[in-house]
């Protein structure tokens, strides 16, 4: 691995272990080995981690002098638990959120009355904002009970059948009933021998065969490839996207912590369900 390479594997480790907003000793030494393994100053790979570690408190010291007030968006100082503009109580911060919650707070967006753009956005946001668990306990619950809402839903075959099975019944009647009732037309007037019937069924039966499994055929195969999934599919594989991402950074992390084989297995079956 380039020079280059190895310093950007292990940057984004040391970003993975930090995005709990603290570093323990057991990633501290895992980065440290990795580093080492890879043909890089261990020591060189501590001062990234020493620096990263540094911009962050940096950064949460200057976050906490301007805290505003989550109800009206008033400046509060840092450390205060009431906002001093309207008096509402402010939840303190915590490293971890349980999975549970995470999905309370989905779930809560449904029943808000707000637009279905809206409530996918914020959805969105939650997924996104989703603080990554720092505990073995944390960090298997998100693999077993999250990670599969990152798997995207593809057509099935059936699927993709019916749909095309549908647009030729649909094309093939709406070009046979015209052929039919000419049809009909035209053997009232000119050969009295046959029925009306038995002509509009004949004829209608040759305009079915003709639009069905030319153009019905054409449109049907576009629309099974096209759109086979419902609505409630789509809706699924647009969270997909965020749950993935948040999906990936929990795997980084669960990597540089979990050691056990059978946690470790739970993170490989996670990585094959997902393509990863």
């Not at 310093?7 to 895992?30: M, N, P, W």
């Not at 046959?194 to 449109?219: D, E």
Request: glycine content about 6%.
């Amino acid at each position: 691995m380039e020079q280059q390479a190895i310093y950007e594997h292990i940057e984004k480790l040391v970003a993975a272990a930090l995005t709990d907003g603290f570093i323990t000793e057991k990633e501290r030494s895992t980065i440290r080995r990795i580093a080492e393994r890879e043909g890089m100053d261990p020591d060189e790979a501590e001062m990234i981690l020493n620096a990263k570690l540094q911009e962050l408190n940096i950064k949460k010291k200057a976050d906490s002098a301007h805290k505003k007030c989550p109800h009206c968006g008033a400046e509060i100082p840092a450390f205060t638990d009431r906002c001093p503009a309207c008096g509402a109580e402010l939840e303190k911060g915590r490293a971890t959120s349980s999975v549970k919650e995470l999905f309370e707070k989905i779930n809560k967006l449904e029943t808000s009355g707000e637009s279905k753009e809206v409530v996918k956005n914020k959805k969105i946001t939650l997924i996104s904002t989703f603080p990554v668990p720092n505990t073995r306990e944390d960090l298997l619950e998100f693999l077993t009970q999250a990670a599969p809402n990152a798997k995207t839903i593809k057509p099935s075959i059936k699927s993709m059948i019916l749909k095309f099975v549908k647009t030729v019944v649909i094309i093939g009647t709406l070009g046979g009933i015209p052929l039919g009732i000419l049809g009909a037309s035209v053997t009232e007037k000119s050969d009295g021998t046959s029925t009306a019937i038995t002509m509009f069924l004949s004829a209608f039966g040759a305009g079915f065969l003709v639009f069905g499994f030319t153009f019905g055929a054409i449109i049907g195969i576009f629309m099974a490839l096209r759109n086979t999934l419902t609505k409630a599919e789509k809706e699924h594989n647009e969270l997909a996207i965020a749950w993935k991402a948040k999906t990936e950074q929990v795997l980084t992390k669960a990597k540089l912590t979990l050691r056990s084989s059978s946690d470790l297995e739970e993170v490989h079956r996670v990585e094959q369900l997902l393509g990863l």
